[in-house]
């Protein structure tokens, strides 16, 4: 066990899902929420996002059992009656989160192609950084568009479903996080395939765009 590389994980989670939860706050405060704002999350502070379980104890977890790494932080406040467009404002307060993460993912991922990071040039350490930094935000980005409440992705499910669905969502929101953990530990193996595939996938893409 490298206690330094675990430091290095720590301090991108840390980094990733503060900038992920602050988007959130960002676009609600854009579409007229200031409960984010009131609260004081529109911060860098880790102090004010910072969940001891998810942000730390389950990056670390994961990454020690060699799976793929994702968490979470203090969910934002949101309130859904002050947003534009209501339910399609809540969708993109949501999707705000996940798309920060791909573009951390992408932007750490050009950095490292076109230095040669990703690939040794600056040393084992900077190498690891460079690419645990972009799968780590590609991590995040899939699991929060689970479409299970409360995850990001149910917001956006929330927003295009008939409205005997969303009464469902509605329900089940309260368990929903325990139906997710649930989840990956009863089928973790196909959980962590499924993950896999989706980050090899946008790999994948990245390399296109780069034309390789």
């Not at 993912?105 to 230095?115: D, E, N, R, V």
């Not at 190498?127 to 995040?140: D, H, P, R, T």
């Amino acid at each position: 066990m490298n206690i330094g590389y675990i430091l290095i994980i720590l301090i991108i989670v840390v980094g990733s899902v503060i900038l992920h939860e602050l988007a959130h706050g960002v676009v609600a405060y854009w579409l007229g929420d200031r409960t984010a704002k009131d609260a004081g999350r529109l911060s860098l502070n880790p102090i004010k996002h910072i969940d001891p379980f998810m942000s730390i104890l389950v990056p670390v977890v994961l990454y020690l059992l060699n799976a793929p790494v994702f968490g979470g932080a203090k969910p934002v406040p949101v309130n859904f009656a002050n947003l534009k467009w209501r339910e399609w404002g809540m969708a993109l307060v949501a999707l705000a989160g996940p798309m920060t993460n791909f573009l951390l993912a992408f932007i750490f991922f050009l950095i490292g192609h076109f230095s040669g990071a990703l690939y040794g040039a600056g040393g084992e350490t900077v190498a690891f950084i460079f690419s645990e930094s972009v799968l780590i935000n590609l991590g995040f980005m899939i699991f929060n568009l689970i479409p299970i409440p409360p995850l990001d992705g149910s917001r956006v499910l929330y927003a295009i479903a008939p409205d005997g669905f969303r009464n469902i969502l509605a329900t089940i929101e309260r368990y929903g996080i325990i139906i997710v953990y649930a989840l990956i530990v009863l089928f973790g193996e196909v959980f962590s395939h499924l993950m896999i595939s989706g980050m090899q996938g946008i790999l994948n893409f990245f390399y296109l765009l780069v034309g390789e």
